[in-house]
T-cell receptor
Framework: KAGVTQTPRYLIKTRGQQVTLSCSPI?????VSWYQQTPGQGLQFLFE???????NKGNFPGRFSGRQFSNSRSEMNVSTLELGDSALYLC?????????????FGAGSRLTVL | DAKTTQPPSMDCAEGRAANLPCNHS???????VYWYRQIHSQGPQYIIH???NNETNEMASLIITEDRKSSTLILPHATLRDTAVYYC????????????????FGQGTTLQVKP
């Protein structure tokens, strides 16, 4: 069974640009969550999607957005990049009906903003 | 969610049991204890969770005190590959529409397994 797949694994952007990250959940998992990990703030919840609807949102500015498609794949977008957006962005999927809070994480997309 | 307190770092000799403590003195009756770990440069990995009874799976054992104010994750025979940051998370466990994928991670315990 394939795990959670995130693309790209590494990317470099400059301030002011935007970036789109992709996440393919485990087959049959309909919920996708996104997290940001930085050395200073640790792992922080960004948002969660289920059945193409955002169900939960963390405390991040509106520059951070996401969406989910009908096949449960998800994307997150960060616009007007700032240096502080440099981080490891992690995607996690889970089933919605069982295993509450048992998430399977991908390997992450490491974003560097110059 | 109840706050958790973990030691910032611990060492363990390879082959010995690693016992990672977690304090959660404000835990409420419907909150579960979850453990995840993160090996360097990888995503976090679920290990185990429990409510009040001790739990064991192929990866680890979870011992929760009777008053539920603290717990211990036990890796019975630590290997070098168990070197990681271990996170203890307390969270309500709901199913159905109330279910959520939001976890609040603290700083965790960095476990260093030494040869």
């Amino acid at each position: 069974k394939a795990g959670v797949t995130q693309t790209p694994r590494y990317l470099i952007k400059t301030r002011g640009q935007q970036v789109t990250l992709s996440c393919s959940p485990i087959s049959g998992h309909r919920s996708v969550s996104w997290y940001q990990q930085t050395p200073g703030q640790g792992l922080q919840f960004l948002f969660e999607y289920f059945s193409e609807t955002q169900r939960n949102k963390g405390n991040f500015p509106g520059r951070f957005s996401g969406r989910q498609f009908s096949n449960s794949r998800s994307e997150m977008n960060v616009s007007t990049l700032e240096l502080g957006d440099s981080a490891l962005y992690l995607c996690a999927s889970r089933t919605a009906t069982s295993g509450a809070n048992v998430l399977t994480f991908g390997a992450g997309s490491r974003l560097t903003v110059l | 969610d109840a706050k958790t307190t973990q030691p910032p770092s611990m060492d363990c000799a390879e082959g010995r049991a690693a016992n990672l403590p977690c304090n959660h003195s404000t835990i409420s009756g419907n909150e579960y204890v979850y453990w995840y770990r993160q090996i360097h440069s990888q995503g976090p990995q679920y290990i185990i969770h429990g409510l009040k009874n001790n739990e064991t799976n192929e990866m680890a054992s979870l011992i929760i005190t009777e008053d539920r104010k603290s717990s211990t994750l036990i890796l019975p025979h630590a290997t070098l590959r168990d070197t990681a940051v271990y996170y203890c998370i307390v969270r309500v466990c709901t199913h159905g529409s109330g279910n959520t994928g939001k976890l609040i991670f603290g700083q965790g315990t960095t476990l260093q397994v030494k040869p």
